[in-house]
């Protein structure tokens, strides 16, 4: 809509490993504390507060080691590439390859194949990444036209992230392969108050109730005087 604010907010959360407790039914772990950092200003401002929630984990965690996990969005690697250590795991969201992939069956065959998407998916999982992509590549030289364009654009998303995708060596280190916690934090600390149904926000108002709801949610208002967990 023509005038309208721009509302975007960056969200992130940060957890030991020993605080992932057993899975629930829907077969994802609980993840018993966490902290979290949000900002509805602008990227720069997110950046910001999230090198402090990397700071805080790699103060508080028993594992030295830490995982950056995030979607196929460039500006967050460069973020990571440039703020992190190299030693860092960067891991590219699993189920988010495999929604570019299922597009990438609708765009070029015009339909969901399954067989084909099960058998891209366990390539992924197994971290054979590269096996996709020589498929593909056989592919794009077959097509003309948009087709063509599409599965070029996917071969550049799949080798831009592919050091990314080592799906089989994060599992055997114990580390998640989803963003599936980022996710439940722009539902519950996000999504849940701002997009109230008839709910209208200034931007400037955005900011002041998000600081409250990160209080809330890191559990500052339960014991003052102790310091907020953070992974």
């Given amino acids: 809509m023509a005038g309208e604010e721009h509302k975007s907010v960056y969200a992130a959360t940060a957890f030991p490993l020993e605080a992932r407790g057993q899975k629930d039914g829907s077969g994802r772990a609980f993840l018993e504390r966490r902290a979290y950092t949000a900002s509805a200003v602008d990227f720069g401002d997110f950046s910001g507060r999230l090198k402090a929630l990397v700071a805080a984990c790699r103060g508080r965690c028993r594992r030295q080691e830490m995982a950056f996990i995030g979607d196929g969005a460039p500006s967050l690697w460069k973020w990571a590439q440039e703020n992190l250590p190299k030693t860092e795991v960067l891991i590219q969201d699993f189920w988010h390859v495999v ?133």
């Avoid at 992924?124 to 996709?132: E, G, M, P, T």
């Avoid at 599992?171 to 996000?190: D, Y």
């Fill in 99 to 231: 929604e570019h992939l299922e597009e990438l069956v609708q765009d070029v065959w015009g339909m969901r194949d399954l067989e084909r998407l099960e058998h891209w998916r366990q390539l992924l999982h197994d971290s054979h990444v590269a096996d996709i992509i020589e498929e593909l590549e056989e592919e794009r030289k077959k097509r003309r036209g948009k087709k063509r364009e599409r599965l070029e654009q996917e071969l550049h998303y799949l080798r831009a992230g592919a050091e990314r995708m080592d799906y089989a060596r994060y599992e055997r280190e114990g580390w998640p392969i989803g963003s599936g916690a980022v996710e439940g934090t722009c539902k519950h600390l996000v999504k849940q108050r701002f997009a109230l149904t008839g709910a209208r926000w200034r931007r400037s108002n955005i900011a002041w109730v998000l600081a409250l709801r990160l209080e809330l949610f890191n559990g500052a208002f339960e014991d003052p005087d102790e310091e907020l967990v953070a992974a």
